[in-house]
């Protein structure tokens, strides 16, 4: 099994993309997930995937015992695959349990430290901490705080962005409007307090990045990214940052998922468009229907999908020629040995229930890639 205290790392982080040898990362862990707090930032953050199921002012949102367990096991399996596989295994801090975070602001159910590709991102030799969408999240890091500061002293740059207050107001419902859709029912309830004079803040996760060495793809779909992006650019003058325009309301790693240098996993034709000029030419693999079906949570009561039905796509590398994959979905591992791949099958049996793939689990801290030029002309 994987150590939960393992020996500091040897030097600080390397990370410059999403393909090279994986050699040390950080998988999340799902303790005491037992509710969603659906206040206004989590509603308006997952509102494309419940928006059909939540009832009118629905607050709290249980989730059954046997279902975390399930998560549990499988999110355990997973870190001992990256353990079998060579890869240098982190945890964070397990959370504890009907934790309520706070501000002047309001006040929110915490999460438990799952998705922690989304609260942090590895810019090369530099840490960087987010600035979380939701309000449940702003303390999360707090569980990685341990290994963040073991490799800062082993030399990592260590950066966070400007905390977002997250009051009433703060939050760019801008991506919606451009689409037609209509959040009012998400926005309807504010319970926050609003802060004179601040309006739309800086708010913006690591999960709306691709890394590829020298360049970096960053999804901007409202202003609250568009700050985020002119911070990027103004601390990171070394990195070409492209802008992707809004192809999603947030994450875009269950959209487009660099497996190697000129081949990339492609939600469908349609995101090309989207992509810099350069990666026109490489080749795209476009994932087949999956027929497996959907777990039935009937005897649950408890439906409410937080990811989208592509998170399968959400895979792993372990370097350019080993992936790990959901086992329940056997069409893409099929396609992927076709393609040479060695797939590693580990079984995520509630992708759509916490937000998450096995890509969202993780946060790798070292790979053997540097900065590239992988879109030179």
Not at 16 to 23: A, G, K, S
Not at 88 to 103: I, M, N, Q, T, W
Not at 327 to 338: F, G, K, M
Request: with cysteine; aromatic share 10%.
């Amino acid at each position: 099994m994987t150590q939960p205290h393992p020996a500091p790392p040897a030097a600080g982080v390397h990370s410059f993309d999403d393909f090279t040898r994986l050699r040390e990362v950080v998988v999340g862990r799902g303790d005491h997930y037992t509710e969603h707090d659906a206040d206004i930032s989590w509603r308006l953050f997952y509102f494309e995937n419940v928006a059909p199921h939540l009832a009118a002012g629905q607050r709290q949102l249980s989730v059954p015992q046997q279902i975390v367990d399930e998560l549990n096991e499988d999110v355990a399996a997973f870190a001992d695959a990256l353990a079998g596989c060579g890869v240098r295994v982190l945890r964070p801090c397990a959370a504890g349990k009907d934790v309520r975070v706070s501000s002047p602001w309001w006040s929110s159910g915490a999460t438990p430290p799952l998705n922690v590709r989304d609260n942090a991102i590895i810019l090369g030799e530099t840490i960087v901490e987010t600035a979380p969408h939701i309000r449940g999240r702003v303390f999360e890091n707090d569980h990685l705080k341990p290994h963040f500061v073991r490799y800062f002293e082993q030399g990592a740059n260590w950066l966070s962005m400007p905390r977002p207050a997250l009051a009433a107001g703060s939050l760019d419902t801008a991506y919606f409007d451009r689409q037609g859709i209509d959040v009012t029912a998400a926005m309807a309830g504010e319970d926050a307090l609003p802060i004179d004079g601040l309006g739309l803040e800086m708010v913006f996760d690591g999960a709306q990045c691709v890394r590829l060495g020298r360049d970096v793809l960053v999804n901007v779909a409202n202003h609250n990214h568009e700050l985020a992006y002119r911070w990027l650019t103004r601390n990171f003058p070394g990195l070409r940052l492209h802008r992707l325009p809004g192809i999603a309301d947030n994450h875009v790693d269950s959209i487009v998922v660099p497996l190697r240098p000129g081949l990339i996993l492609l939600r469908s034709p349609h995101y090309l468009q989207f992509l810099p000029e350069a990666m026109h030419g490489w080749e795209a693999i476009y994932p087949p229907p999956s027929t497996v079906a959907e777990q039935d949570y009937t005897e649950f009561g408890f439906v409410i999908p937080t990811a989208s039905r592509y998170i399968d796509i959400n895979v792993l590398s372990i370097d350019e020629n080993t992936v790990v994959v959901n086992s329940l979905y056997p069409e893409l591992i099929e396609l992927l040995e076709q393609r040479g791949f060695t797939v590693v099958p580990v079984r995520h049996r509630h992708r759509r229930l916490f937000g998450g793939g096995h890509h969202c689990f993780t946060l790798d801290t070292v790979r053997d890639g540097g900065l590239e030029d992988y879109l030179s002309a």
